[in-house]
């Protein structure tokens, strides 16, 4: 079993920043994919970023060049900065960690990010 446990979400204007931080604990093998993913009530949940245990990175086209995503894996964490928010980066964001030889998928409680205009 794995838990994940997400911190830093939070009100933001627009414009502003915001870093996630999400914290992996329990049986995690170093082969694995953790990310970001969000979702806004009524829409399917949708990934905003990935980073294989490598350093290989994948960002949905909507958040290019305003986010980043980054990993330490001897403390098994893994962080969203975001910078230049708009309004419509407002949801809940969930933590995400795929044991790749497992197959295993594991997620965080989400944390709300709301940004104002």
């Known amino acids: 079993q794995v838990q994940l446990v997400e911190s830093g979400g939070g009100l933001v204007q627009a414009g502003g920043s915001l870093r996630l931080s999400c914290a992996a604990s329990?049986?995690?093998?170093?082969?694995?994919?953790m990310g970001w993913y969000r979702q806004t009530p009524g829409k399917q949940r949708e990934l905003v970023a990935d980073?294989?245990?490598?350093?290989?990175?994948n960002y949905v086209d909507s958040v290019k060049g305003r986010f980043t995503i980054s990993r330490d894996n001897a403390k098994n964490m893994v962080y969203l900065q975001m910078s230049s928010l708009k309004p419509e980066d407002t949801t809940v964001y969930y933590c995400?960690?795929?044991?790749?030889?497992?197959?295993?998928?594991?997620w965080g409680q989400g944390t709300q990010v709301t940004v104002s205009s």
């Open positions: 995400n960690i795929r044991l790749v030889f497992v197959n295993s998928v594991y």
């Open positions: 329990g049986i995690i093998f170093s082969n694995n994919v």
């Open positions: 980073i294989t245990s490598g350093g290989r990175i």
